[in-house]
């Protein structure tokens, strides 16, 4: 655990008092806008990292001089030293390169590889109890490869994934049938990429299946929007890809997590014969508490569901392959 003292420029831990913190790896505009997320809804104190030691102590500074306005008392601290995020009880990681217009998550593989494994090694050796969530793309093959480099329990260990993605199709049903976001659940299983297999018998309004509002080729529109979802944006800033959207998904897992609310939600998780995966990390209906995940929700899926799901999880194992192909001997 963690506390805090003042230095000259922000205000960092000290051992006087304890409470909980969640280290962001990668201050770029996910990790930024995580850590607001993080000490606004009064979750955790946070330590920020990035290599660049000026951008994670500015964006600290900044959320330390809201706290009175937004009415909170955490802390965030700003760093380029991973021994400032010992004790952390969560370590998300968002460094990396994000995608530039054209490119797939796929094509982020190699030059984000190294930065994860890295990463992961350096954040669990100062926070060895901590459990890691992985945002960073190609993600459900950087969550393996974090399980890997970190050394702990996969049930420590998981990816942000189908939250996302749920999240989207859960919007794009809202406005395409001018309902409330609130009376919409979706549910989207299978990678963090074009292969995700959105699940339309199991998103409801109202706890109807939006398979009894719209017709198939409504349904279709929004499920290839849905799969889209991050090209979609990426295409129209130019310069970077969604963030806002991203940290909100992480921000539930964290929540999730810290209150130990037993929730369940679909998140990259180790399978060991759940639908019928072994040693993978894919989108499935996860429940999560304090202790990370605690079990796997196996849904009754239509054989075209399910091959769908195993497509998606081959080319998963493709990736990790060409990432450990990638990897210095």
């Not at 994670?56 to 900044?62: H, Q, R, S, T, V």
């Not at 009175?68 to 990396?96: K, M, N, P, Q």
């Not at 199709?169 to 990678?191: C, K, W, Y």
Request: aromatic fraction near 4%; glycine fraction near 8%; proline fraction near 5%.
């Amino acid at each position: 655990m963690s506390t805090f003292v003042r230095n000259a420029l922000t205000l960092r831990p000290s051992i006087a008092c304890k409470s909980i913190q969640v280290a962001v790896i990668g201050a770029g505009n996910v990790g930024g806008t995580l850590a607001q997320r993080i000490v606004e809804r009064n979750l955790a104190n946070v330590v920020l990292l990035d290599i660049m030691p000026g951008r994670p102590k500015g964006i600290a500074l900044d959320l330390m001089e809201a706290r009175g306005l937004e009415g909170h008392e955490r802390f965030i601290y700003g760093t380029d030293d991973y021994a400032e995020t010992a004790g952390s009880d969560i370590i998300v990681i968002t460094a990396g390169f994000p995608r530039k217009p054209g490119m797939t998550r796929d094509d982020l593989l190699k030059v984000n590889t190294e930065i994860v494994v890295q990463a992961t090694k350096k954040a669990i050796a100062y926070s060895p109890e901590a459990i890691i969530i992985m945002v960073t793309n190609p993600l459900d093959v950087l969550t393996y490869l974090a399980w890997q480099a970190s050394g702990l329990p996969p049930e420590r260990v998981m990816g942000m994934a189908g939250i996302l993605d749920s999240a989207r199709f859960q919007t794009f049903i809202a406005l395409e049938l001018g309902v409330s976001n609130a009376d919409v659940v979706a549910m989207v299983l299978g990678s963090h990429g074009d292969l995700m297999v959105p699940l339309p018998r199991y998103s409801t309004v109202g706890g109807v299946p939006i398979t009894e509002l719209m017709d198939e080729e409504t349904i279709e529109r929004l499920v290839q929007r849905t799969r889209n979802g991050g090209a979609e944006i990426v295409e129209l800033m130019q310069t970077g890809g969604a963030y806002y959207a991203p940290a909100s998904s992480v921000c539930q897992m964290v929540e999730t997590i810290l209150l130990n609310k037993s929730r369940i939600l679909p998140v990259a998780s180790y399978l060991t014969g759940e639908y019928g995966l072994n040693d993978i990390f894919i989108g499935v209906p996860t429940r999560l508490n304090c202790r990370g995940v605690e079990s796997i929700l196996q849904l009754d899926l239509t054989d075209a569901e399910l091959a769908a799901l195993h497509a998606s999880a081959e080319a998963v194992r493709r990736q990790i392959q060409r990432a450990h192909e990638l990897q210095p001997a």
